[in-house]
């Protein structure tokens, strides 16, 4: 039996449950989890913005131990240290194939049918399946993920920190280093300031960007910004007076696409990372796309290929550049995983980590 925080209907909360685990399958892993990162992602499902099946465990950025590996499985061995990944990349689709992993269509359709890669649902609960949140379910002392989630780190790289960049880190600085490809010099907004966003304003700074503008609704959120390096600040309603060559927007809001779109110089470029409900539409003046040769563009896991870009930005943490330890606010053990999604929701942490060792 194993103790994971389940979703059994839409608006939680989250209960803490014994539920059977089982053996890893062809290509799976089982999973001793260290830290879960608490992100918007599972919070949109808790609220109902992004629709999945329930009853579901929740948790999809996660760092661990390898405990036991299925068949099929040669290059982990018990004992590694590893990172997951919230899209399980098959490797073969035409998406893998020309090398944008995060929009693999077989890992699309199993994350939303609450599966692993290949169709199987570790969790039982009295017999009944329990889903897969995005190949993972972090919020569990162990999990069975397919081994395409997993990306290999140095066990001399802190659990507590690896955990990051199996999703904030990753999305956030993946969209300013690859899919706006921010230059040195180049003027950079940010709006937004959740794990997410603080991490492509860490990316931003690592660039060489200037000035770099961060946005949010919390003075808090704002000094933690100029502490990180942002060169402005501003109150999320203010008046704003430049534009700017990137704006990453990663608040899942329509409104605020609208207007980091707004904000965006002419020639500029505008990523966004945020997941606004299904229904929601963006409305802006078509003629800007081309009189003004505007970019407007979505970015997933951070347009990211894992296995190249984690050890990256592993790379540049341990130089100093990308000090993302610094976005940790809160911990908490797994059995108060619901206040941590209070927080979450609030604005109050930037980076939250349910620790499994309860410490």
Avoid at 86 to 113: D, I, Q, Y
Avoid at 271 to 279: A, I, K, R, W, Y
Avoid at 320 to 336: Q, T
């Amino acid at each position: 039996m194993v103790q994971a925080a389940v979703l059994s209907a839409i608006g939680g909360p989250l209960v803490v449950e014994e539920l059977t685990l089982s053996a890893p399958g062809r290509g799976e892993v089982r999973l001793d989890i260290a830290y879960a990162g608490v992100c918007h992602s599972d919070l949109s499902v808790i609220d109902g913005v992004r629709p999945r099946p329930v009853p579901m465990a929740l948790g999809h950025e996660a760092s661990g131990v390898v405990a036991e590996i299925g068949p099929g499985v040669t290059d982990l061995s018990p004992g590694d240290h590893v990172v997951a990944t919230f899209v399980p990349a098959c490797g073969a689709c035409p998406s893998c194939v020309a090398g944008r992993p995060a929009l693999c269509e077989p890992g699309a359709v199993a994350n939303t049918a609450g599966t692993l890669l290949r169709g199987s649902r570790p969790f039982r609960r009295a017999g009944e399946e329990v889903h897969q949140h995005l190949g993972v379910s972090a919020f569990a002392r162990q999990t069975v993920v397919s081994r395409e989630s997993l990306v290999k780190v140095d066990k001399d790289l802190p659990l507590d920190v690896a955990v990051l960049f199996g999703c904030g880190v990753l999305t956030g600085a993946g969209a300013v280093l690859n899919a706006a490809r921010v230059q040195p010099g180049t003027s950079v907004a940010v709006l937004g300031l959740g794990g997410v966003g603080l991490s492509a304003l860490l990316a931003a700074v690592a660039s060489g960007a200037y000035p770099i503008l961060a946005v949010d609704v919390r003075e808090d959120k704002l000094a933690l910004a100029r502490e990180l390096g942002a060169h402005q600040t501003l109150l999320a309603g203010s008046a704003w007076v430049d534009r700017y060559g990137t704006v990453i927007e990663s608040v899942g809001s329509e409104k605020v696409l609208a207007e980091a779109y707004a904000m965006t110089a002419r020639g500029g470029t505008t990523v966004t990372v945020g997941l606004p409900h299904p229904d929601r539409h963006l409305s802006i003046p078509a003629v800007s796309l081309v009189a003004e040769e505007r970019t407007l563009r979505g970015s997933y896991l951070g347009s990211a290929v894992p296995a190249r870009d984690i050890p990256r930005l592993i790379g540049l943490y341990r130089a100093g550049l990308l000090p993302v330890d610094k976005l940790v606010s809160r911990r908490y053990p797994l059995d108060e995983v619901n206040d941590a999604f209070d927080a979450l929701r609030a604005g109050e942490v930037a980076r939250a980590l349910i620790c499994m060792e309860d410490k």
